[in-house]
């Protein structure tokens, strides 16, 4: 099961926690799957600190996400679960790997680049009709992971001008 704590966001989610108490009764209540953690609750203990409460008790899952749109609590929040192990991709999922190499071998689940098989920071995105022609091989649409040399490579390859404008999210 999955457990929301934000004071006014509704996903869909099984568990919502609306209070920073709440959160931490959820929190040492059950075994969750993924935690989704907003920062601003509307009162005095933010989301940054039921994170860190949770932290230190061990109460939080492999799997977090930050639902946040603070940039400093992002932020705070993202450094917090990186001295705590935690990896992401894109700053708004993490995870945890149960051994510390565990996440090189598995592939799929961190940003391991399908191409050349190295991890990788930053993700290109391109537009769909160009990921279907150079994604590897045997992946469905839209899915597969490869890093922007691996990326650079192939669209090389097609021996075409091409023009692609990168902006940062
Ligand atoms: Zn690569």
């Known amino acids: 099961m999955w457990l929301l704590i934000?004071?006014?966001?509704?996903?869909?989610?099984?568990?919502?926690?609306?209070?920073?108490?709440?959160?931490?009764?959820?929190?040492?209540?059950?075994?969750?799957?993924?935690?989704?953690?907003?920062?601003?609750?509307?009162?005095?203990?933010?989301?940054?600190?039921?994170?860190?409460?949770g932290l230190e008790r061990e109460y939080i899952p492999s799997r977090v996400q930050l639902v946040t749109s603070n940039p400093v609590g992002r932020k705070n929040m993202r450094a917090a679960l990186e001295a705590a192990g935690y990896a992401t991709c894109d700053g708004t999922n993490f995870t945890r790997s149960e051994k510390p190499d565990s996440r090189i071998a598995q592939g799929d689940d961190g940003c391991l680049c399908q191409g050349c098989g190295k991890p990788y920071m930053v993700d290109l995105i391109i537009p769909d009709n160009l990921w279907e022609e150079i994604k590897p091989s045997g992946k469905a649409k839209g899915s597969g992971l490869l890093c922007g040399k691996c990326i650079m490579d192939k669209l090389e390859g097609r021996g075409e001008f091409l023009a692609i404008t990168c902006q940062k999210e």
């Open 6 to 53: 934000d004071d006014e966001r509704d996903l869909n989610i099984e568990v919502i926690a609306r209070t920073a108490g709440a959160g931490k009764m959820m929190l040492a209540a059950g075994v969750w799957e993924c935690v989704c953690f907003d920062h601003d609750l509307g009162e005095q203990e933010s989301g940054y600190d039921v994170l860190m409460w």
